[in-house]
């Protein structure tokens, strides 16, 4: 709840009315909501809950401790739970954009999972048919990202996932 004019601006210090000007904070500590609520200041209710879409416009209501506006998060439950889900997904895709970890780490991590002499037996049988890229990552990149087609063609020939990989490059990442 906030206290704001009747123009959705904060309050200001004091309110000329009457031909006197009134100081506000005294009204507030008090709490005095009727005297405010006169000099043009009302509680402004936002409901609770997430709003992805934002919020509609502010409406005139009235209750036991007299007149506020009162506002709700924009668009229909289904439309901001579908806003939710998508920025969810955004994040999520954000997320395995730039998850890595360096050869070392992973290499480590392939190790505590007890893959890497899996992973070491795929790219000796594979070295004589392997395109320069593919001999560059095994030899030389000094990251191993997420979204790299032959990281990802690794993984496929140790028998992994999507969500173990993940789960391994989380983990090579902590050591």
Do not use: K
Request: glycine fraction near 6%; charge should be negative; proline fraction near 6%.
């Amino acid at each position: 709840m906030y206290l704001m004019s009747n123009t959705h601006q904060p309050s200001p210090a004091h309110i000329l009315a009457d031909g006197l000007r009134h100081p506000v904070a005294p009204l507030i500590r008090r709490e005095d909501i009727h005297r405010l609520s006169a000099l043009g200041v009302l509680r402004h209710i936002t409901a609770e809950g997430p709003a992805p879409l934002g919020y509609g416009p502010w409406q005139l209501a009235e209750d036991a401790r007299g007149p506020h506006y009162y506002r709700e998060p924009a668009g229909t439950a289904e439309e901001r739970q579908a806003a939710v889900e998508a920025q969810a997904a955004a994040e999520r895709e954000s997320y395995l954009d730039e998850l890595q970890c360096t050869r070392v780490q992973g290499r480590r991590a392939l190790n505590q999972a007890g893959l890497f002499e899996a992973y070491e037996a795929a790219v000796e049988s594979t070295r004589q048919t392997m395109t320069r890229d593919q001999l560059f990552f095994v030899d030389e990149v000094p990251t191993w990202r997420y979204r790299d087609p032959i990281l990802q063609a690794f993984a496929a020939a140790l028998g992994m996932d999507d969500v173990q990989m993940i789960q391994l490059i989380e983990l090579a990442r902590t050591l």
